[in-house]
């Protein structure tokens, strides 16, 4: 097995080494078009269904060749034992909360995490009697005190969305290690640039659906685990990824692992784009977050914790001062062709939203304002642009104009 912890491990090489001779030796896999599958002798139906046929497909929504394949690329990528993929992020975090606290238990949480998993954990959960703290993922004090006998997982984003906060993932992983508890890590916001398993989390989600697909043509997600935690989570008896089904389909699975062999060069353009705009933005004045600018809190942290070729990652937020003013400057960035106002990230042109009244609405505004979400933000996922001094300056004539410089 893989040293995890060694920090030069490079994941774009694991997806560059992936080699595939297809069913009739074609450079991609066959898609696997089937529902169900055939069995050749009665007694391997029955030893898959128990779990130990090896290589036995049984019925899709337990897993498909293209599934278990694009979750193979993906183990490999984050440096788990295995994945298991799912129809939407959404689809991965749940099974995993579901699978890992029963009634009664306990979460302790970021509180600045995807609006949908806050929604879940906050307004879902409590269904079941399952309780979460939310805690500034920046205080470590906090958040160990936060901990009691019923709590079973510390859950944080690596890259918080959308204040971009930093999560110590090494000390977490401590605290976690302590108690005897997972760290599971949504890295959604980060591929390739942080491997949370090189510092000690147990499991690792993405939603595929943004930089790893980067198409915006599907939602996906993915768990990373060990080998125990993805065979429980798929088990026929108790696992909530089976029992559940929230299966992704194998044509999408198919197109997703194409996709992901141009990762590596996409994730870089992404942060060499976001980190010229961040620098000049915050040179003519605006309140810029990004973690690659040195004004940001977190920004030697994040330096002790990326792979340093991919960049600080394309996602950085502006405050347009007002509601007002953010809906304006999006609207004229939108007309000049700048990007699109739409939630989601990762795609190649930019996108645009006021997080406040969008991908974190799920969230009280009272709380918003605790967490220093005020309503003015526009988070930018910036795109793939070839020529980004031209994006600049065009950028720059639309903050003008609505009068945010
Ligand atoms: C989008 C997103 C999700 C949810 O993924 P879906 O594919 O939309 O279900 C979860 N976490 C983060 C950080 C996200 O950005």
Redesign the pocket.
Known sequence: MVDTKDMALKPANEIQDLQYFGEFGGVNPSISDSATYTFLAAKTMLDTFEGQAEGCYLYSRHTSPSNMLLGEALAAMEFTETANVAG????A?TSVILQICDAGDHIVSSRT??G??YAFAKNFLPKFNIKTSFVDITNLEKIEAAITEKTKMIYC?CVS?PLLEIADIRALSKIAKKHGIPLVV?N??SPLIITPQKMGADIT?H????FINGTNDT???VVCGTHDFINALKSVNDGAAMLLGPVMDSLRSASILKNMRTLHIRMKQHSHNAKYLAERFEKDGLTVVYPGLESHKDHELFKSMYNAEFGFGGIMTVDAGSLEKANELMELMQAKNLGYLAV??GFYKTLFSAPGSSTSSEIPEDEQAAMGLSDGIVRFSIGLDNDIERTYQSMKKCMETVHVL
Do not use: H, Q
Not at 88 to 91: D, I, N, T
């Open positions: 939407s992020g959404m689809g975090i995490i995807y949908g998993t984003e969305n949504d959604t916001f989600i939603s595929l659906t943004k939602v996906g997600g989601s990230l």
